[in-house]
C-alpha cells in the first residue's frame, strides 16, 4: 500500500567493545572579534535519510540488518557527499521503492515484534485494542525519534484497524494490522526525513542532529532520554552528549565514510591495469587497498596521534602480509591480518602515498600527473577548477620507451590553451612519479631516473618541494589545506555547501581546530558546538 504521497513535498531542490583514548579537552568557542554577537547558523534544508542512514536506522530500530536499501537505487551526489540536502530529491520510483521495502520489512518483523521493539502483549487476554496502542507507543516514538502528538497517535491506531479489516492471507486480523502500521511509519516523512520546522531546535531535534552527525543513525535510548528529560539545551549539555558518542564505535564508522566520501577511494574496485605495463597486479589487490585506506584512517584517528598531520605524514600504513610484498615492503608476521607496517619516509607519506588514491588517480597503462595533481587541487585545497576547454582534444600520451611521464606531459606547459589549469595541477602531480599507477614505488621510469621534484602555486605555501613526502610538509603546513579540510566535514556534517552565512561558523571551526593541536575527534565535537549545529534559520 502506497502511503508515502505526502513525502515529496518535504523534497528538498559497529558495535562492540573497542579501547579508545580520551578526547582532549575542548572549550567551547567563544564570539571572536571577526564575528559578529548576532547568531547566524545559516541555512537548514530538510534532508532525506541516506541510503546508509537508511540502513543503519531499520538495524537500530528494529534489529533488521537485511540491508533493505540495496533496493532504492543509486544515491544522488552533492559536493561529494551523499548526504547533500538539495541532491536528495524524491521521485516516484523512489516512494514505490520506500513502500517495497516498508513492506518487506513489516513482514520479517512480524513473528518477532517483542524482540525487536521490547513489545509484549497478549491479544487474547488483553483486547487487540489495547495491544496494538501499546505497540504504537512503543514503536512510534522511536521510528519518528520524538514524542507522537495525540493526533499522529490517533491516525496511526487507525491504520491498525483499517489493517486489521484488510486482513492477510498469512497472517492473522491483528498481526495484519500491525504490519500496516509499520508499514505507514515506515513511509511516513517522519521517518524518512529529519523534519524540522521551528527556528528554535526541540531536544529531540537537536538529539537527531548529534546522533546522525556522529553515529549516521537515530539516537540511542539514552540520547532519547536526554532529550525527553529536556537535558539537551546547552551547549555544555549538548557536547558531553557528544564526547559520549564520539567514544562509541558506531564513530569509527561516521569518520571512515566521510574520508571515504571526500577521496573516492572505494573506486579502486572499478580499477583494472594492463598486464603489460603492471605485470603485478591482480584482482585481489583493490580489495586490500581498500581496506589499507580504511583501516589506516581508522588507527590515525582513534589508535594513533589522531591530527590532520598525522594523517598526512604518517611514517607508516596498515597492511597485510600479502599487500606488503605487493608494494615491496618488509612486513615479517603480518600474516592475513591488518597490521600497522612501517614504510620509508623518503618515499611514502600517510594519505598521500596509499595505494588506493594512486591507483585510482591513474590511467590502465601510466600515472597521471594530471589526475593526481588535480586530487590535490580539488580535493585538499578546495580550488574549483574549471572544465578543458571544448575545442580542446584531449589525447593522453601513449608510454613510450625512452620517455618520462615529464616528458610526455611536457606539451601542456607549452600549449597556451591547457597551461592556465596544468601549471596549477602538473607541478603537484609530478612529485608522485615516483609511485607507479599501481601504488608500487619505483625509482625509475623505463631506463631514466625519475624527477620528483614538484612546486605549489597559487597557494599560501608557494614554492619547490621533491616527491610524496615534501608534499605532505607542504600541506601540514598550508593554512588553506588545513582550511579546506575543515570546509569538507562541514559539508559533510551538515549536509550542505557552505554559504556567506557560515563564516563565522567555519573561522570558528579552524580556530578551535587549530587550537586543539588539528585533533580530528575534536573537530568532530566542534561541528557539534557552532551556530550552524546550535540553531536553525527560519526561510524559503
Known sequence: MALLASVTAFAPSCDGDIATPPLPAISVPT??????????????PIRRLTRQEYDRTIRDLVKDDSHPAAELGAEEEGLGFSNNAQALVTSSALVEKYMLAAEGISTRLSTELTRVTGYSCDP???????????FVDAFGPRAYRRALTSSERDALMGVFGQGRVLGATDASPFIAGLQLVIQAVLQSPDFLYRVEMNEQLTDFEIANRLSYLLWGTMPDEALLTAAGAGHLKT????????????????????AGEFHRQWLDYDRVHNVSKAASAFPSWSSAIPAMMERETAAFIEHVIFEGEGTWDALLTAPYSMMNEPLAAYYGVPASNAGSAFQKVAVDPTQRAGLLSQGSLMTINAHSNQTSPVHRGKLIRESFLCDVLAPPPKDVEINVPDPKPGSTARERFAQHSSNAACSGCHALMDPLGFPFEKIDGAGVYRSMDGDKPIDDSGEVNASDVPGAFHGVPGLARKLTASAQARRCYVKQWFRFAYGRGETAQDACSLERLDEQFVKNGRDIRALMLSLTQTDAFLHRKVGP
Open 31 to 44: 564570539i571572536q572579534s571577526a564575528c559578529t554577537a548576532e547568531v547566524s547558523p545559516g541555512p537548514a
Open 124 to 134: 487474547g487476554a488483553q483486547g487487540e485494542d489495547v495491544c496494538a496502542g501499546r
Open 235 to 254: 551547549a555544555a549539555e549538548i557536547e558531553r552528549e557528544a564526547k559520549r558518542l564520539l567514544a562509541a564505535p558506531n564513530a569509527r564508522a561516521t
